[in-house]
């Protein structure tokens, strides 16, 4: 006997969405590394830091994806256990970030087409944004769609990296920055899109990560091009190799 085709309900193609979509963004923060690393950017001759470094943030990366496997195959009461390691791990992460952001600019003064000051401020406040929708959405795991989709901003801000290591970088002088974090936002243009298909209309939660990150760049410049901004970065690099590079983003060798 023939049995009748159901359609997938709403909650369902919405389950299906957020899961392929954290596959696409881990897929994407993994390829803009391999990338690096195959074309002789990067290798694996680096201080210990950058390792722990990659295995805090990489772990991150498998939890998320992990997660929205969970909802997706029904597992939710594993989610929800499982979900209290965020807790723990977004705090590590931030930490991590932060020493990383230091680390960077001593050893060789931060990526070439970041400006120096702008490298030093933004990063470690972009981590803080990632942290405060992360959390937030933690506290708010009890209202699944502002949860999921404030985790998901807040993983779209992750993907910047990996995306900067796809882009040509150096020609994007003086906007590199923006530019990457912009790029990241296509991610939520495209479940916001979604949304408005599924439902009709598109989640509040979206234009609250959305302004969280875009506002947290606009603080973040403003303290970076200020004196104080260029007196941090010099209190971080005199003195060690990073100092040899100019403040300014340059075109590298």
Same mark, same amino acid.
């Given at each position: 006997?023939?049995?009748?085709?159901?359609?997938?309900?709403?909650?369902?193609?919405?389950?299906?969405?957020?899961? *392929?979509?954290?596959?696409?963004?881990?897929?994407?923060?993994?390829? %803009?590394?391999?990338?690096?690393?195959?074309?002789?950017?990067?290798?694996?001759?680096?201080?210990?830091?950058?390792?722990?470094?990659?295995?805090?943030? +990489?772990?991150?990366?498998? #939890?998320?994806?992990?997660?929205?496997?969970?909802?997706?195959? !029904?597992?939710?009461? @594993?989610?929800?256990?499982?979900?209290?390691?965020?807790?723990?791990? *977004?705090?590590?992460?931030?930490?991590? =970030? =932060?020493?990383?952001?230091?680390?960077?600019?001593? #050893?060789? !003064?931060?990526?070439? $087409? $970041?400006?120096?000051?702008?490298?030093m401020i933004s990063n470690p406040l972009q981590l803080l944004a990632f942290g405060a929708l992360t959390l937030s959405a933690v506290v708010l795991r009890n209202r699944s769609d502002w949860h999921r989709r404030l985790m998901f901003v807040g993983m779209a801000v992750l993907t910047t990296p990996g995306i900067g290591? @796809?882009?040509?970088?150096?020609? @994007?002088?003086?906007?590199?920055?923006?530019?990457?974090?912009?790029?990241?936002?296509? +991610?939520? *243009?495209?479940?916001?899109? /979604? &949304?408005?298909?599924?439902? !009709?209309?598109?989640?509040?939660?979206? $234009?609250?990560?959305?302004?969280?990150?875009? %506002?947290?760049?606009?603080? /973040? &410049?403003?303290?970076?091009?200020?004196?104080? !901004?260029?007196?941090?970065?010099?209190? *971080?690099?005199?003195?060690?190799?990073?100092? &040899?590079?100019?403040?300014?983003?340059?075109?590298?060798?």
């Amino acid at each position: 006997m023939a049995t009748a085709y159901q359609a997938p309900t709403a909650a369902r193609q919405e389950q299906k969405f957020f899961f *392929v979509m954290a596959c696409v963004m881990a897929a994407t923060i993994v390829a %803009g590394f391999s990338f690096n690393l195959a074309s002789g950017r990067s290798n694996f001759a680096v201080p210990l830091v950058f390792h722990v470094h990659a295995l805090v943030f +990489f772990g991150w990366v498998v #939890l998320y994806v992990t997660q929205n496997a969970l909802v997706f195959t !029904g597992q939710v009461a @594993l989610h929800r256990r499982l979900g209290m390691v965020s807790a723990i791990w *977004v705090p590590l992460m931030i930490v991590m =970030g =932060g020493v990383m952001t230091v680390e960077s600019m001593q #050893l060789h !003064g931060g990526p070439p $087409f $970041f400006d120096q000051n702008e490298f030093m401020i933004s990063n470690p406040l972009q981590l803080l944004a990632f942290g405060a929708l992360t959390l937030s959405a933690v506290v708010l795991r009890n209202r699944s769609d502002w949860h999921r989709r404030l985790m998901f901003v807040g993983m779209a801000v992750l993907t910047t990296p990996g995306i900067g290591r @796809l882009l040509p970088m150096p020609f @994007l002088i003086p906007y590199a920055w923006w530019i990457a974090i912009s790029t990241s936002a296509i +991610f939520v *243009v495209a479940a916001m899109i /979604a &949304d408005k298909r599924r439902s !009709g209309r598109v989640h509040p939660a979206w $234009f609250v990560g959305i302004a969280a990150v875009a %506002g947290t760049q606009v603080i /973040a &410049d403003a303290i970076a091009y200020s004196p104080a !901004g260029y007196a941090i970065t010099h209190f *971080v690099i005199d003195g060690t190799p990073g100092a &040899d590079r100019p403040m300014k983003a340059f075109f590298p060798a």
